[in-house]
């Protein structure tokens, strides 16, 4: 899950955009150009920088960030991923990237919280960038996880996806579905946005990537000449709500679970990140930054969780 | 799950149209208006009539009744259902429904077959039509089930429901998914309809039927003035290539099934069925035939499955 949310949310994109949805046909199609056609900010970039996103788009990731980092921060480890991979690029350097990785302590819920952002010049001209952060539980507990990604590929067009992706089968455990959704009133902040006509239902490409999240997500397509009010006036305030109940309902959410409840959790939790890996990695990260800054990235990765 | 699909797929709607979404706040809205101003066609009518949707909607429910009958022929006994409940009215005569059942044979993978109609004058004069095939397999397959349900509410507007609804948890058995719902392509079909300007997405505002159905489902609705058009044109063929899909991937595909996953089947299946009972008919089938009637039909149904 955590390579899904980093490195793997972004390329899961060209997976599951429709507007380019035939990159798994035409890999070649969504190499980065080798032009640079933007100012670069080199590889000593911070996560919490953001610098290639709009105004409220880096207001809106670095407040979710801040946010989780201070009610969490007791519990979290620091970030303890070598530089290259906390900030990394292609040789060309039209393709960027910067990772930010914290453990959760040994005692904690937490297995790890994850933030990240990709950008991309695109072959046609403009360029990709994608924020995601993501929050893992371990198995002392069976609440959701934390899903935020915003996916802009046009100054007019972005892919929100907000969600607490459930841990187990909903048909199975219709309580749990009423705990973490129902009870929640997650689904207003769905109903709100498909009532906007800038915004459609986005379904991303990869069934699987359909199957991991909840009844309540949040997977629309935002187009607008005025995204950076869509984003301030809309997805802030419903993207802030939502970490809110994930907070003090899931992270700070007492639950009790017995030894073959854990086992399973643990089976479904590692299924569920070997099948995204897969699914997202496949050849978008050699393909975007070359195999041995994938290589290093992964790696890193591989080693905290 | 029966249930769910037949008398129950019908009030499932007072649920979760959107439309109508407000029935749960206000149940007595939603009953039968008490005047009449359609001709009916008393008791006797059988459920193969389809006396009160148009020409292609019936042509379709008919081909696809016949169909799965045709094929499935050896393995289903013939409908035991009484009667009164084989087709069933209010006192006023403003509802109407029919209800075909034919439980499998001990020694084939059918549970049951179940087909249905609903006819509901509304009070605003318009009526409500709601048409059901669904197709329910035993533990001895862990194979899909098939739903087709047709929602009709007013000339131009119409809500689609066509799934093969996964037995097993996706996010868990990924092999399932692809053999099921990648290697069908099913995926297609929604792709198709969606393009067209007269469909968009629906949602269930019922979280438990949302997470009941696969990541291919379609769901949604149709606004046109040209409605039977669009059934001739795009749902016939599609619905006809699900229905074939399903005839021979999962009721005549070949699964082998431990007794520890019969089990599991068992349990999911029974939660599904008790759970969308609970959603489903609640209030609303005595609300809509009466105290009697409801108890009568929902005793017949149960006998059997």
């Known amino acids: 899950m955590a390579i899904m949310a980093a490195i793997a949310s972004s390329p899961s994109f060209f997976y599951s955009s429709p507007s380019l949805q035939n990159s ?4 070649s199609r969504f190499s980065c150009s080798a032009s640079s056609s933007q100012p670069h900010h080199g590889g000593r970039t911070g996560f919490m920088d953001f610098p290639y996103v709009s105004g409220p788009h880096k207001d809106l990731m670095v407040d979710l960030v801040s946010t989780v980092e201070n009610r969490l921060d007791s519990f979290l480890n620091p970030c303890s991923l070598p530089p290259d991979v906390q900030s990394y690029q ?11 990785l914290r453990s959760g302590v040994q005692s904690s819920l937490i297995d790890f919280m994850l ?14 960038n994608i924020t995601s952060l993501s929050a893992y539980l371990n198995s002392s507990t069976d609440a959701p996880n934390l899903l935020v990604e915003l996916i802009q590929s046009s100054p007019t067009s972005m892919v929100l996806i907000l969600d607490l992706p459930p841990r187990k089968d909903l048909v199975l455990n219709p309580d749990y579905l009423k705990t973490f959704y129902e009870d929640t009133h997650l689904d207003q902040h769905r109903q709100h946005l498909e009532k906007l ?8 490409s990869s069934l699987y990537i359909r199957s991991v999240v909840s009844p309540t997500a949040i997977l ?22 939502v970490l809110k109940t994930w907070l003090d309902v899931c992270a700070f959410g007492e639950r009790t679970v ?5 086992a399973y959790l643990r089976k ?16 978008n990260l050699p393909r975007l930054f070359g195999q041995e800054t994938a290589n290093r990235v ?8």
């Open 90 to 100: 292609n040789e060309t350097g039209t393709a960027h990237a910067a990772i930010h």
């Open 268 to 283: 479904r939790d590692d299924m569920s990140k070997s099948k995204t890996i897969e699914i997202d990695l496949g050849s």
């Open 197 to 204: 006509s800038e915004v459609r239902p986005y379904f991303s």
């Open 258 to 262: 017995g030894e073959t409840e854990k």
């Open 24 to 27: 798994s046909l035409s890999p």
């Open 220 to 241: 629309m397509r935002i187009e607008t000449e005025r995204l950076e009010e869509m984003i301030q006036t809309h997805v802030t305030p419903i993207a802030k709500d």
């Open 298 to 305: 992964l790696e890193a990765l591989r080693e905290v969780f």
């Open 115 to 128: 933030g990240s952002w990709l950008h991309c010049e695109l072959p046609s001209g403009g360029a990709l």
